[in-house]
Structures are given as C-alpha cells and as structure tokens.
C-alpha cells in the first residue's frame, strides 16, 4: 500500500489500514515512493512492518532508495545474496551473519548513490515536509480550479484538494493518453501516460489509459497555467 495512492493521488489512511491487517497477522508493506518526499510522516506510528522509498522522487538519484523495517523482523530474515561484509564468522560446518542491516548489504555498496541520497535527504529536512505539503496543497487546489476549466477533461481521484497528493490523473475526450502526451511535451509539458502499474484500476475506470502530471517542491503555478493552455491545445489539435 502507499500513504498516498501512485495512480490517483489519494491519501490513505494507513495507519487504521496497518492496524486491521496486522489484528489478522498480516505483515504491512508500505510503499513510500510517492509520500517520502511530500508528506509529514513517522514512520512507526504508521503501524507498518516494512516502509520502502526510492531515491529519485525524493530529488536524489536513481537506483537507490530505502527500507526501514521493524528490527525484529530483520533479525529473523535470512539475507537474501552473499557477499562481502555480510558475514561475522565462517567456519567448516556454519557461518554467522552480521546483525542488520549489513547482513542485507552484501559486497560494495552503491557509495556514490548513498552520499547524493543522502544530500537529497538533507535538502527536504531543511525546508521542511509540512512546508513541501502545504506548498503542495495549494498548488493542488490551484491545479483542480484551473483543470475544471476544461472541457472534455475528466479528473480521477478526490476531487478535494486536503484529501489527495500532489498528482493530476486525468483523460481528455476520446484522445489515448499516450497521443494526449505527446502534445503536452510538445508544448512543454512533461506528464506521464499509460496505467501508473495499475492495470485492475484502469479497467475499473474503464479507461485504456490515464495521463498524470505530478506537483512537488519546485512546481509554480505558472506552470500549471501553461499545462491548461497545453490541454486547449491538444482540444483543438483533436478537434474536441
């Protein structure tokens, strides 16, 4: 699960969903991709067991991220490839490991990524995540004002800005995504299209595609006027 949903934006309340999950024994794995970077968050009192988070969307590189896990669960797990430094003892007949979390890290590590992570870390505790969510929240609500405007456009997800992340998934018309896309970065628009891995969503939308543009720290409203100008654009390219 996300604390907030990667199709549609939605903030979940994962902490009563950690609560009913684990009253049954589930464990809870919560992908923090898209709150890591956005929202205020301590992770114990989410109730998870597992909270993951890549280091791209928090402004850092690519191909590294994060696991924090509950150190009891860690301390049961078998590590999961061999390697230096993941080791304590090796003997003829038994080898034991080093305690967590350098018996997940075999041999060297990514050290380059980890420093520029860790820099990206640094960045957002500077400014602060309730400042990144309330700069958010007000581009949001910007955002669903300005969209509204547009006719043939659909919008998915909550339509209230205090309930849903920085994301816009939306259709235009009949126009496919991928189409719909394609003239937004004509215009200068970067968005996303296609299901957002979520394939059983999009069929419950009944829709082949979405597109979704995604709002952080560094976005204006400036540049929220010029997707809107973009959408009228791509109406009048397809004839909407």
């Not at 997800?157 to 920085?166: D, H, K, M, S, V």
């Amino acid at each position: 699960m996300c604390s907030s949903d990667l199709a549609l934006g939605t903030v979940l309340p994962v902490a009563e969903i950690a609560a009913r999950a684990r009253a049954v024994g589930a464990r809870v794995v919560v992908d923090g991709a898209q709150s890591a970077g956005h929202l205020p968050l301590r992770v114990p009192a989410l109730g998870c067991d597992f909270f993951a988070f890549s280091g791209h969307k928090l402004g850092g590189p690519m191909g590294i991220g994060g696991l924090w896990a509950r150190r009891e669960l860690l301390e049961a797990m078998p590590p999961y490839q061999g390697g230096g430094d993941m080791i304590e003892f090796v003997d003829w007949e038994a080898s034991t490991y080093a305690p967590p979390p350098r018996k997940f890290e075999a041999g060297t590590p990514n050290v380059t990524g980890a420093v520029a992570l860790a820099a990206a870390c640094r960045f957002l505790e500077e400014i602060g995540r309730a400042a990144i969510h309330a700069h958010e929240a007000a581009l949001t609500a910007y955002a669903l004002d300005r969209l509204a405007e547009v006719p043939g456009l659909v919008l998915y997800g909550p339509r209230r800005a205090e309930e849903r992340a920085g994301i816009l998934t939306f259709t235009l018309g009949d126009v496919h995504a991928h189409d719909l896309a394609t003239i937004l970065d004509v215009e200068g628009i970067a968005v996303r299209a296609g299901h957002h891995c979520t394939q059983p969503l999009h069929r419950l939308l009944g829709v082949p595609a979405t597109a979704r543009a995604s709002l952080w720290l560094t976005t204006t409203t400036e540049e929220i006027d010029r997707l809107v100008a973009a959408l009228h654009t791509a109406r009048r390219l397809f004839r909407l």
